[in-house]
T-cell receptor
Framework: DAGVIQSPRHEVTEMGQEVTLRCKPI?????LFWYRQTMMRGLELLIY????????DSGMPEDRFSAKMPNASFSTLKIQPSEPRDSAVYFC???????????FGAGTRLSVL | AQSVSQHNHHVILSEAASLELGCNYS??????LFWYVQYPGQHLQLLLK??????LVKGIKGFEAEFIKSKFSFNLRKPSVQWSDTAEYFC????????????FGPGTRLSVLP
């Protein structure tokens, strides 16, 4: 099993640019989570999907952030336009069902200059 | 709303010292409890979990945790830490009555001095 796969591992961009982060969950998992981790705020849940449907996006900081899950094997988190305060490590995690643990991807380290 | 608190922001120990990291959550009902570890520069990995049954749970690398329902606590312990245990430790709670998402605690950074 390849685990949760995120790409890119590192992203450096300039303020105002669009950024797209990608996640491939573990096959057979039906829940997917996007987290943001910063020194100041710790680990924050941004949004999670169940069976490709967004269930709770209350953690999405503002309208510049959007997430999609067009199918069971792929999700994107988009920031448009990006700002320096968006710099963080973004983790994706997936879970088979409510009685199982979350498995985390390696994360994408985003730097917005 | 769900909340998870961890007692210590940063813990510094010498090798071979015993470790206990506190975790408390704020609501009743059936809960699933987890401890994750994040080594420097890496992603979160599961240390141990509690769903039901024996409240003393053993995890990987010699870690264990005890669920005390009356205290709403799930403290992590290790009798003798190693330098390689230096990492950040996150407690997480998933309550059956509160949907499917996890709530993570703020994390405790553990530094083990050689």
């Amino acid at each position: 099993d390849a685990g949760v796969i995120q790409s890119p591992r590192h992203e450096v961009t300039e303020m105002g640019q669009e950024v797209t982060l990608r996640c491939k969950p573990i096959s057979g998992h039906n829940s997917l989570f996007w987290y943001r981790q910063t020194m100041m705020r710790g680990l924050e849940l941004l949004i999670y999907f169940n069976n490709n449907v967004p269930i709770d996006d209350s953690g999405m900081p503002e309208d510049r952030f959007s997430a999609k899950m067009p199918n069971a094997s792929f999700s994107t988190l988009k920031i448009q336009p990006s700002e320096p305060r968006d710099s963080a490590v973004y983790f994706c995690a997936s879970r088979r069902d409510r009685k199982n643990i979350q498995y985390f991807g390696a994360g994408t380290r985003l730097s917005v200059l | 709303a769900q909340s998870v608190s961890q007692h210590n922001h940063h813990v510094i120990l010498s090798e071979a010292a015993s470790l206990e990291l506190g975790c408390n959550y704020s609501y009743g009902g059936t809960v699933n409890l987890f401890w994750y570890v994040q080594y420097p520069g890496q992603h979160l990995q599961l240390l141990l979990k509690y769903f039901s049954g024996d409240p003393l749970v053993k995890g990987i690398k010699g870690f264990e945790a005890e669920f005390i329902k009356s205290k709403f606590s799930f403290n992590l312990r290790k009798p003798s830490v190693q330098w390689s245990d230096t990492a950040e430790y996150f407690c997480a709670v998933n309550a059956d009555n509160y949907g499917q998402n996890f709530v993570f605690g703020p994390g405790t950074r553990l530094s083990v001095l050689p």
